[in-house]
């Protein structure tokens, strides 16, 4: 009956993340901006791009606009990199670029966000956050700069449908509050490890079989859920943070293929990727946390109005009850078919 309460969080979810490319087109946008003599800048812009269909994969039509100031010297070079699109080119900019300002366009016809990261020759470090509310700002001074990271950790967890899905599935599964710590942990430190060790280059695994593998996570959680208790794997049933540590390596490959698009600033790497693990588990805990509140004071009167338990619908009850396993599962074998068809292309 546990899966009634989260019944309205899937089905809710699945507005959100029913296209695929929908759920990648959330990477964030980059510009890098590095001040090499006075005036005088290279840029590195790194578009998102998303699926589009068949394995094949598009930019999502954004365009840097730098202010009047600033032109272009020579030609551009541009690359195609794991989920995005990179272009280094450089520019003049008479009177530099504090004070003026920058913008995306395309951005607000997006649901992603443009992180934009300006280094000075005299050590100033400034930072603008780029959004399809706010597509053009200012450097004004100052700037959030490493504190970004943290809260690309946090939007990539609580705006990331496939992970969202494996970390409710694991709520649903345990029963306690010291299996549910043990299983949470185990996630956690799965996750940080494979994230921390691929983005220092000590690992790596094909993205497009990563994601694959993170929706069959998804499956595999959904079939055991729907499976009585005493019914499921051995793994599931007596180790699950056991399970929930090898989907967590996987994951933790996903969570660096999103970073990676983006890259992190030279010098303070360490510090970055530091924020950036702290603001996943941040957004983690807030899953975590919503989910059990729910759980708690939502489940009683939800659970009366959609089993019609006293109001004589009690033939409709096992369907209410599987209708949510049944959405996660066909949206996780619908991610799974899509990724799938982007391996070896």
């Known amino acids: ?58 930019g999502l039509g954004l365009r840097p606009v730098f202010p009047e100031n600033c032109q ?21 900019c008479d009177g530099g670029l504090l004070g003026q300002t920058i913008g995306v366009e395309g951005l ?23 959004t399809a509310d706010a597509p053009v700002q200012k450097f004004a001074g100052g700037g959030t700069f490493l ?10 967890l609580v705006f990331g449908p496939d ?4 970390v409710l599935g694991l709520v649903l599964l345990v029963t306690g509050w010291r299996r549910l710590i043990y299983v949470i942990t185990a996630f956690t ?3 940080s490890l494979t994230l921390g060790l691929a983005m220092l280059g000590r690992i790596s695994a094909p993205s497009a079989v990563v994601e694959a593998i993170i929706a069959l996570s998804i499956l595999f959680v959904a079939i055991e859920l729907a499976r009585p208790p005493e019914k499921r794997s051995y793994l599931a049933r007596d180790y699950p943070q056991a399970m929930a540590f090898g989907f967590g390596l996987l994951h933790g490959f996903g969570f660096a293929g999103m970073l990676a698009a983006i890259g992190l600033p ?54 209410v009850q599987q209708a949510p396993l049944i959405f996660m599962g066909g949206i996780s074998v619908y991610w799974l078919l899509d990724r799938l068809s982007g391996i070896g292309s």
């Open 266 to 319: 030279r010098d303070v790497e360490i510090w970055a990727l530091a924020l950036f693990n702290i603001g996943l588990e941040a957004g983690q805990l807030l899953v975590v946390a919503a989910m059990i509140l729910f759980m708690r004071y939502a489940q009683p009167p939800l659970m009366v109005a959609l089993t019609g338990r006293k109001i004589g619908m009690l033939g409709v009850t096992q369907i």
């Open 108 to 130: 607000q016809r997006t649901i992603t966000d443009v992180l934009v990261q300006m280094a000075l020759v005299d050590g100033g470090r400034f930072s603008l956050r780029l």
């Open 147 to 156: 504190l970004a990271y943290f809260g690309l950790g946090v939007e990539h």
């Open 163 to 166: 992970h969202i899905l494996f």
């Open 72 to 92: 272009r010297l020579g030609d551009s070079a541009m690359r195609r990199q794991p989920g995005a699109l990179v272009e280094k080119f450089n520019l003049a």
């Open 1 to 58: 009956m546990r899966v009634l309460a989260a019944s309205f969080w899937i089905i809710a979810l699945g507005i959100f993340c029913l296209p695929p490319a929908k759920a990648h087109e959330v990477r964030p946008g980059y510009i890098e901006i590095t001040e090499t003599e006075r005036d005088r800048f290279d840029i590195i812009w790194k578009q998102p791009v998303r699926s589009a269909g068949r394995g094949a994969v598009a």
């Open 189 to 191: 430190l799965a996750h």
